[in-house]
């Protein structure tokens, strides 16, 4: 289950929403995840190892849903936003305002309210003005591939079918 707390690229972890992540593939859900470290052209080497294997969830889309496709360089453009963006440093932000207070007093400070990252402000953005089922974005981790975020509340009843489960040891 989805955690609206869970902070995360598209979330700040207000609890406003909670998201499903999908990747079209596993070894771009593994990247992701931080399973993998690599580049489909420099290779793969595993990443932390975790307690156990690593599971992948198959899902198909039953349904037409409505999703923004920030992967379209005319929804960027039309957002305001690009690919540097969506896919760039989003944790930083975070970490930052939670510093910025103990820093001596002649250093600049993070302004208030910026400890959102743009991506997070764009997602809350989407979930606040529209009624958008989720977004399509660049993987940070594989640059030829789209990511799909759903908004967990706003999926129809059986808008996902569980096609099976592969687990990863790494």
């Given at each position: 289950?989805?955690?609206?707390?869970?902070?995360?690229?598209?979330?700040?972890?207000?609890?406003?929403?909670?998201?499903?992540?999908?990747?079209?593939?596993?070894?771009?859900?593994?990247?992701?995840?931080?399973?993998?470290?690599?580049?489909?052209?420099?290779?793969?080497?595993?990443?932390?190892?975790?307690?156990?294997?690593?599971?992948?969830?198959?899902?198909?889309?039953?349904?037409?849903?409505?999703?923004?496709?920030?992967?379209?360089?005319?929804?960027?453009?039309?957002?305001?936003?690009?690919?540097?963006?969506?896919?760039?440093?989003?944790?930083?932000?975070?970490?930052r305002a939670l510093y910025s207070?103990?820093?001596?007093?002649?250093?600049?400070?993070?302004?208030?309210?910026?400890?959102?990252?743009?991506?997070?402000?764009?997602?809350?953005?989407?979930?606040?003005?529209?009624?958008?089922?989720?977004?399509?974005?660049?993987?940070?981790?594989?640059?030829?591939?789209?990511?799909?975020?759903?908004?967990?509340?706003?999926?129809?009843?059986?808008?996902?079918?569980?096609?099976?489960?592969?687990?990863?040891?790494?």
């Open positions: 289950m989805p955690s609206a707390a869970a902070r995360n690229r598209f979330n700040d972890g207000s609890g406003t929403f909670s998201l499903l992540y999908f990747a079209p593939e596993p070894v771009t859900a593994l990247l992701e995840a931080v399973a993998l470290y690599g580049s489909y052209a420099s290779g793969f080497v595993p990443g932390p190892p975790p307690a156990s294997g690593w599971t992948v969830f198959r899902y198909q889309i039953a349904q037409s849903l409505q999703i923004v496709d920030f992967a379209n360089p005319a929804v960027r453009s039309a957002s305001n936003t690009t690919t540097q963006e969506l896919t760039g440093d989003w944790i930083g932000y975070h970490h207070a103990a820093l001596p007093p002649h250093l600049p400070r993070v302004m208030p309210g910026h400890s959102v990252a743009p991506t997070q402000r764009l997602a809350s953005d989407l979930y606040s003005s529209t009624n958008a089922h989720g977004l399509m974005s660049p993987s940070a981790k594989a640059p030829t591939i789209a990511n799909l975020a759903l908004f967990f509340d706003r999926l129809p009843p059986s808008s996902l079918i569980h096609t099976g489960t592969a687990t990863i040891v790494l």
